[in-house]
C-alpha cells in the first residue's frame, strides 16, 4: 500500500510540475527533501532518547500494572462480553494503560492478546462488538503526553512546545467519545453470521 | 494556564522517578537502557521518513500541494479546519510516518505559533494510524469480516480532526 501512495506522489509531482513549469524546483526539492529528513530526525532525537528512557522507568517501576487496576471497573461497562473472564479483562486494561502512557512497544501485544481474546469468547466467524470496540479505540488516540509532536514543535523554536496539550486532550476526548458512540450505533447496521 | 502546561513535562519526570525511586527500581539504570531503545527506534524510522520526505517536498515544488488543498478548500474551510491542514487528512489514517513528515513540514512553512502549525500539530497528538492500526489486529487473529469496525474508526478520526481545529482556535484565540 505505501509503495503505491508513494509512486502516486512522485507521479502527481511530476506531472503537475510539467504543467506547472516547475520542473526545475522540481529536481532541486528530491535533494532538499531527503536532506531535510535528516535534519528533522536528529532534532527530535534527543527527545525521542529522553522519552524511551522514561517509558523503561514507568516499566520497570510498575506504573502501568497500578493504571490498569484502575482502569478496569470503567472498561468492564464497555467490554460487557469480557466480564467474567478476568484473564481478558486484564489484557484490554493493560492495552489501554499502555496506550494513556504511550508506551506503544507494550500496547500492541497486549491490545492483540485481548483482541484474541474477545474473539475466543464470542467463537463466531465474524468480528464481534466488543472486538470491534477494542479496535476502534486503539484507532483513535489515548496517549496522554504526545512527545514525538512535541519534539517537533521544539525542534522548530517553539518556547512551550507543550502548549497544546489541553487542545490534544479536548479532540483525544471528543474523537474517542465518537469512536464509542459509533461502534454502538453502527453494531446495529452489520448484522452478525449464524456461527 | 500558561505555567500549568509548563509544568506538566516536568512535573511528570519527577513523579515517574519519585515513584520509581520509592518503589527501589534502579531508575538511572532504567533510563539509560530505555534511552538505548529510543536510539533503535530512531534509526527504524529514519528511512521511510527520509523516502517521504523527498515525495512532500516534490508535492510541493511542483504546486500538486496547492491543487489538493484548493480541491478540498469547501470541506476544510466549513469545518475550520486551516487550508495547508487538508492533505493531513487523507494521509494521517493511512501511514504515520508520511503523517510526521508533512504534519512539521506544515508546522515549519506556516510557523510553530500559527493556527495551521498548531492545528497540524493537535491533530497528529489526536490521532492514530487508523488503517495500519486495523490491518494489524484484524490481521493477527486471521478476520476478515470486520464489520462495523472501520466505518466507526474514520468517524473518530473525522470528530478528532474537526475537534482539533475547534479547541486550537478555543485555546489560542487565534
Request: proline share 4%; aromatic share 6%; net charge positive.
Amino acid at each position: 500500500m505505501m509503495s503505491k501512495i508513494w509512486v502516486g506522489m512522485v507521479f502527481l509531482s511530476i506531472i503537475c510540475a510539467t504543467m506547472n513549469g516547475r520542473i526545475g524546483e522540481l529536481s532541486a526539492a528530491v535533494t532538499e527533501g531527503a536532506s531535510a529528513s535528516i535534519n528533522l530526525v536528529m532534532s527530535i532525537g534527543g527527545m525521542i532518547l529522553l522519552w524511551s528512557g522514561i517509558m523503561e522507568v514507568m516499566r520497570r517501576c510498575g506504573l502501568a500494572e497500578k493504571l490498569t487496576k484502575l482502569l478496569t471497573p470503567v472498561l468492564r461497562h464497555i467490554f460487557p462480553s469480557a466480564k467474567n473472564s478476568p484473564e481478558v479483562m486484564g489484557d484490554i486494561a493493560a492495552n489501554v494503560s499502555a496506550n494513556l502512557l504511550g508506551l506503544g512497544n507494550a500496547a500492541t501485544p497486549a491490545g492483540i492478546r485481548a483482541a484474541e481474546g474477545l474473539h475466543r469468547l464470542d467463537g463466531r466467524r465474524d468480528a464481534s462488538d466488543d472486538l470491534c470496540m477494542l479496535i476502534v479505540i486503539n484507532t483513535a488516540s489515548l496517549q496522554l503526553i504526545p512527545t514525538t509532536v512535541a519534539a517537533v514543535r521544539a525542534s522548530l523554536g517553539a518556547v512551550n512546545p507543550f502548549d497544546i496539550l489541553p487542545a490534544v486532550w479536548t479532540a483525544s476526548v471528543i474523537s474517542q467519545t465518537c469512536g464509542i458512540l459509533s461502534a454502538r450505533f453502527l453494531s446495529k447496521l452489520w448484522k452478525r453470521s449464524k456461527v | 494556564m500558561n505555567t500549568l502546561t509548563s509544568l506538566t513535562v516536568p512535573v511528570t519526570l519527577l513523579l515517574i522517578g519519585g515513584y520509581g525511586v520509592y518503589k527501589k527500581t534502579d531508575v538511572y539504570d532504567a533510563l539509560i537502557h530505555g534511552a538505548g531503545d529510543g536510539i533503535k527506534l530512531l534509526f527504524r524510522i529514519l528511512p521511510s521518513i527520509t523516502a517521504l520526505f523527498c515525495a512532500i517536498y516534490m508535492l510541493r515544488a511542483s504546486g500538486a500541494l496547492d491543487i489538493i488543498c484548493s480541491i478540498m478548500s469547501p470541506l476544510t474551510s466549513f469545518f475550520g479546519i486551516p487550508e495547508e491542514c487538508s492533505p493531513l487528512l487523507l494521509l494521517r489514517p493511512l501511514s504515520g510516518s508520511a503523517a510526521l513528515a508533512f504534519g512539521s513540514d506544515i508546522i515549519k512553512t506556516c510557523g510553530v505559533n500559527s493556527l495551521a502549525g498548531r492545528t497540524a500539530a493537535v491533530m497528529l497528538g489526536a490521532s492514530e494510524t487508523t488503517f495500519y492500526t486495523i490491518s494489524v489486529y484484524f490481521g493477527a487473529i486471521g478476520l476478515n469480516r470486520t464489520r462495523h469496525a472501520i466505518p466507526a474508526a474514520l468517524c473518530a478520526d473525522v470528530a478528532g480532526f474537526i475537534a482539533s481545529a475547534i479547541a486550537v482556535r478555543l485555546f489560542f484565540n487565534t
